[in-house]
C-alpha cells in the first residue's frame, strides 16, 4: 500500500501550504507501518527495524522514477524517526 501511494505523481495531489504537513504524513505512515510490522512478526529485534529502514529506503528511492517526485533526505529522515520512535515505544 505504502509503494501505490508513493508511486503516484505529485501533480495528482491536491497543494497543501501547510510548512512540515508532508513530513508529519511520513511520521504518521512510517508509525503505522512498525505497528503493523510489530505485531505481525514474532521477533520484534533491532534486526526488524532494519527491514523498517530498508524499506524506507527503497520507497524514496524510488520516488526518482515518479514524475513530480524528487529524493529527499528530510523525508527518509521523517521515516526513520517515524518507525522508530513507535518501535522503541512498542519495545517499552
Known amino acids: 500500500m505504502l509503494f501505490v501511494v508513493t508511486s503516484i505523481p505529485s501533480s495528482a495531489f491536491p497543494k497543501v501550504r501547510v510548512a512540515g504537513f508532508d513530513i508529519l504524513i511520513h511520521l504518521f505512515l512510517y508509525s503505522v507501518l512498525t505497528v503493523l510490522f510489530f505485531f505481525s512478526y ?16 527503497i520507497d524514496e528511492l524510488h520516488q526518482y522514477f515518479i514524475p513530480g517526485r524528487i529524493v529527499s533526505f528530510f523525508d527518509l529522515g521523517a521515516d526513520f524517526l517515524g518507525g522508530g520512535l513507535t518501535f522503541w515505544l512498542l519495545k517499552a
Open 42 to 57: 514474532g521477533r520484534r529485534n533491532w534486526k526488524f527495524f532494519s527491514l523498517i529502514v530498508i524499506i524506507a529506503i
